[in-house]
């Protein structure tokens, strides 16, 4: 059986959180700025990385704990976490602006009693990654950065359409985090979703596809008759030994009528972007073509950083 595991950097399970909501909703600043920021806290990974794709890493103060790439945003000073941003330290900081993502309110009141000005990203879907690259550019002055990431991200998307053309979707099942006991309720990916999104870009067709929730909770009974024909554990907790591997293999044996489990076609990615929504999201589309159409893809797959186990 063939296994893929997929290096990656230590990243908290609250990136989840980045899926499906932002943190902070402030004084919205106006569309554009009568004097450019300057000193700029980011609040999630997805707005960091977008930032440094940009250009802008010399206007970021600081980011969150969980903002771990480039390698440069490790060196800048934390707000804390997700859900418990340290205030002193933002007011310290003296920032000019806050970048969120929208749709949460859980610390709203704290900052809005600041008066910092914020500005409020999407980033639930692919189209909306796009607006909030385009919007940051025409907003933070570098207009020609962002023209140029964005043609360079559809590029890249519609070269992968293009070698797909032509192939039968296959019918996957894509988990978050730990699948070791199949038996009890797992967490899939839905529909309205940029990883659902990918998923159809990279070729698969997702069981999930008539869900009313994005994340839902799925049992063994469910997945049994779905039988996909692929299953795909991603995120942080996926980054895995071969002995868990093996381990987690094995307790998929356990309900042979499921078509991936029949077909030895289980996989494992656990790549530290696998859960962020951002410029990276073309790499987490090449991880799902390869384990999907591993044919297709395979003089691609020979020049990606990761580890491929072949089981007797």
Not at 69 to 89: F, H, K, R, W
Not at 118 to 123: D, E, G, H, M, R
Not at 287 to 310: G, R, Y
Request: aromatic share 8%.
């Amino acid at each position: 059986m063939k296994q893929i595991f997929i290096k990656k950097f230590h990243i908290s399970i609250y990136c989840l959180f980045f899926l499906t909501s932002g943190l902070f909703q402030s004084l919205e600043a106006s569309s554009f700025f009568e004097h450019q920021p300057q000193r700029i806290i980011s609040t999630s990974p997805s707005i960091t990385e977008i930032l440094f794709e940009l250009g802008l890493q010399d206007r970021i103060v600081a980011v969150t704990d969980f903002c771990i790439y480039p390698e440069e945003a490790c060196q800048l000073p934390s707000i804390g976490g997700v859900l418990n941003p340290d205030i002193e330290t933002i007011v310290s900081l003296a920032p000019d602006l806050i970048i969120l993502q929208s749709d949460s309110a859980k610390v709203k009141k704290n900052i809005k009693s600041l008066g910092i000005p914020t500005l409020s990203i999407q980033v639930r879907t692919i189209s909306d990654i796009f607006e909030s690259i385009n919007r940051l550019g025409k907003e933070l002055n570098c207009q020609e950065a962002a023209k140029k990431l964005l043609l360079l991200l559809k590029n890249k998307i519609n070269s992968f359409k293009q070698r797909l053309a032509g192939q039968l979707p296959k019918k996957v099942l894509l988990l978050l985090g730990d699948s070791s006991d199949p038996a009890r309720d797992l967490y899939a990916v839905g529909p309205g979703t940029f990883l659902n999104e990918l998923l159809v870009l990279s070729g698969g067709k997702n069981i999930l596809k008539n869900s009313k929730a994005q994340y839902p909770k799925l049992s063994k009974e469910y997945i049994i008759e779905q039988s996909p024909e692929i299953i795909i554990e991603a995120g942080p907790k996926s980054n895995l030994s071969q002995k868990e591997i093996d381990y987690r293999v094995k307790q998929w044996n356990r309900f042979p009528s499921i078509q991936a489990v029949r077909d030895k076609r289980i996989y494992f990615i656990g790549a530290d972007y696998i859960l962020i929504p951002g410029p990276r999201l073309v790499k987490i589309l090449e991880n799902f073509a390869q384990v999907i159409h591993p044919d297709l893809l395979k003089s691609q797959t020979e020049k990606i950083s990761f580890q491929e186990t072949v089981k007797p």
